[in-house]
């Protein structure tokens, strides 16, 4: 049996008649960027999250670049963040020319622990992106408590947790502005890039409106240095087709997480932690193996299984990160979780049949593993 770790095939046949005709009107309509199919998609997305504005941009990356900019951070500023996440995190402040200042994480969330953001604050610290690594949310009170404290700006890196909740309310609407992406793997995945940050400043809306379309105020009259980074109509189109069935799909999820808990429990691997008060939203279903985590990956491989590694390297240890001069145990949390990490196939179309392959394939190959120590 292949198993892959996202079905998107699976999830378009029980769609496709949908996304068809919505593909068609915009087609007919002939409105490709922004537009009436981009503003009613933005509403939609802020009434999901319950915030005043949305705004529809070009990527998640992109989502986390503008937003930076809006808040009026840019060269000579410092932004704290996790060397634990994908680059595109990291990349988006050394972008607008400020520096990131990693910070170690937790143990058991594997998001920004809070308890060490304090000693990276500098006078140059502008702000803090926390990422809700995996779908589930970081300790957002102390994030905000520390933000307020030293009037940093707090833009959420919400990529990997569309739909995840943090005390009763969805990741995104905590901060300053919540950064969501629309990469096809994602929870709410489009057909190609997309990206929205969702916001309750006004002012901070209006800036990022102006700055996906070259900066301008009205058309041909430029306010600011902008980008062209706008979310098209085909991408909204077919956003909205899967956006009323992301709750139902979340369910479906938190159900397969939960069945993978079940089934891998007394086993040597350490299954996801969700602390009281947090929902986690699982784009990612993701174990620790503390021993042979490569060869765990390998035999899966082999039985036709896809696993991942989110994320093999540190972002503090790569290549294009080493002017700021990290080194290697700057991090321990982090450099020890790069080595144990591994994502099983996540998606609310996976059965019950494929989770139990899975687990017994985990299973066999911690056997294997074993025999081999002993
Ligand atoms: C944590 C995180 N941040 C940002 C991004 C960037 O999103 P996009 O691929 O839409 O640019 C991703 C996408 O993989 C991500 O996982």
Known sequence: MRIPLVDLKKQYQGIKDEIKTAVEQVMEDTSFILGPYVEKFEKQIAGYHNTEYAVG???????????????????????????????????AISRVGATPVF??????????????????????????????????????????????????????????AFGAEYEGTRVGALGDAGCLSFFPGKNLGAFGDGGMVVTN??????????????????????GMHGFNSRLDSLQ???????????????????????????????????TPFIPEGSSHAFNYYTIRVRHGRDRVGAFLREKGIASAVYYPLCLHLQEIYKELGYETGDFPVAER???????????????REKIESVCQAVKEALDVDTSILT
Not at 242 to 256: G, S
């Open 236 to 270: 909204a189109a077919i956003l909205q087709v899967k956006l009323p069935r992301m709750d139902q799909w979340i369910a479906k999820r938190r159900e397969n997480a939960d069945m993978y808990n079940h089934m891998l429990f007394n086993t040597d691997v350490v």
């Open 337 to 351: 979780l790069q080595n144990e990490v591994l994502s099983l196939p996540m998606c609310p179309e996976l059965s």
């Open 57 to 91: 941009v070009g990527s998640g990356t992109d989502a986390l670049v503008l937003s930076l900019v809006a808040c009026g951070i840019g060269k000579g500023d410092e932004v704290i963040t996790s060397p634990f996440t994908f680059i595109a995190t990291a990349e």
């Open 201 to 222: 400043s006004n002012e901070t809306a209006q800036t990022l409106r102006m700055l996906r379309n070259h900066g301008s105020t009205t058309k041909y009259f430029y």
């Open 103 to 160: 910070c170690d994480i937790d143990e058991k969330t594997y998001n920004l622990d809070p308890g060490k953001i304090k000693d990276k604050i500098t006078p140059s610290t502008k702000g803090i992106i926390p990422v809700h690594l995996y779908g589930l949310p970081c300790r957002m009170d102390r994030v905000l408590s520390l933000a307020r404290q030293y009037g940093l700006r707090v833009i959420e890196d919400c990529a990997q």
